[in-house]
């Protein structure tokens, strides 16, 4: 027992100066909180005013975010309405 404790010590100390270095993952750990300020940004005015000041439009970049949201939707469904038309009507074929 008292001759393998030096060699248990120096198998700990080879272990912890073996042990993998997570960059990545210390990096996500020590990334400073914002929830506090985004909440205060949030909850400013109060939570329930429905559409007179809706929360998905209170931060900075959320009116640019809706708007491309808004505009592939549009998009999208002028597409299926023109497709439907044309299937309804026979036009737009490929010959």
Same mark, same amino acid.
């Given at each position: 027992?008292?001759?393998?404790?030096?060699?248990?010590?120096?198998?700990?100390?080879a272990s912890i100066n073996k042990q993998q270095k997570r960059r990545i993952v210390q990096w996500l750990t020590d990334y400073p909180d914002r929830v506090n300020e985004i909440k205060k940004i949030q909850n400013a005015g109060g939570t329930c005013q429905g559409e007179a000041n809706p929360t998905w439009l209170k931060q900075d970049g959320d009116m640019l975010t809706a708007g *491309? !949201?808004?505009?592939? *939707? !549009?998009f999208g469904a002028v597409n299926c309405a023109v497709a439907?038309?044309?299937l309804a009507t026979g036009t737009g074929k490929m010959d």
């Open positions: 027992m008292i001759g393998s404790a030096p060699r248990i010590a120096a198998r700990n100390v *491309v !949201g808004l505009a592939i *939707v !549009g439907h038309y044309r």
